[in-house]
T-cell receptor, first 112, second 110 residues
Framework: NAGVMQNPRHLVRRRGQEARLRCSPM?????VYWYRQLPEEGLKFMVY????????ESGMPKERFSAEFPKEGPSILRIQQVVRGDSAAYFC??????????FGPGTRLTVL | RKEVEQDPGPFNVPEGATVAFNCTYS??????FFWYRQDCRKEPKLLMS???SGNEDGRFTAQLNRASQYISLLIRDSKLSDSATYLC???????????FGTGTRLKVLA
């Protein structure tokens, strides 16, 4: 049973470009969460999605960031017009419901 | 007051030692508590859930004190492989989002 998968594992973008981060939850899990970990800081909640629905996006920056979890395919976290402050590790987690969350290996975004 | 506070450490202990971490939380509505482990900024991995009655898993014991609003993790007979950052996590009733502490670094020395 494969775990949570994220790709790419490392992503380098120049300021102003777009970043797309993908997350495939564990088989049977319909709940997906995105967290961001800035250097030397803890993980911060960004958004919680179920299939085709955003349930809680209280941790998402108001501009440039968006997330989706379509009926088919992985969840996508999209960052438009990236800035240096977006450089961080972005972790996706999944769960089958109100249970423990299992984390993917993360995508490390570097903005030059 | 921060939602969750942890001593960042580092805790440097010899192999075989017993070490304990505490984590305080401010939201009395918190319902679920966990300890996760994170190695070298890899993904967090669930170590154990924390129950009101306390729970044990091998060398690890977790406790919850609702009155004082903290959870604790005790590691007995420390191994070199226990070296990691330990993250306390909680979530509130009605929400699935996790609130993470900044982590406590443990280094077990040979």
């Amino acid at each position: 049973n494969a775990g949570v998968m994220q790709n790419p594992r490392h992503l380098v973008r120049r300021r102003g470009q777009e970043a797309r981060l993908r997350c495939s939850p564990m088989k049977g899990h319909s709940h997906v969460y995105w967290y961001r970990q800035l250097p030397e800081e803890g993980l911060k909640f960004m958004v919680y999605l179920q299939k085709e629905n955003i349930i809680d996006e209280s941790g998402m920056p108001k501009e440039r960031f968006s997330a989706e979890f379509p009926k088919e395919g992985p969840s996508i976290l999209r960052i438009q017009q990236v800035v240096r402050g977006d450089s961080a590790a972005y972790f996706c987690a999944s769960s089958p419901g109100a249970y423990e969350q299992f984390f993917g290996p993360g995508t490390r975004l570097t903005v030059l | 007051r921060k939602e969750v506070e942890q001593d960042p450490g580092p805790f440097n202990v010899p192999e075989g030692a017993t070490v304990a971490f505490n984590c305080t939380y401010s939201n009395s509505a918190s319902q679920s508590f966990f300890w996760y482990r994170q190695d070298c900024r890899k993904e967090p991995k669930l170590l154990m859930s924390v129950y009101s009655s306390g729970n044990e898993d091998g060398r690890f014991t977790a406790q919850l004190n609702r009155a004082s609003q903290y959870i604790s993790l005790l590691i007995r007979d420390s191994k070199l492989s226990d070296s990691a950052t330990y993250l306390c996590v909680f979530s509130s009733s009605g929400t699935y989002k996790y609130i993470f502490g900044t982590g406590t670094r443990l280094k077990v020395l040979a």
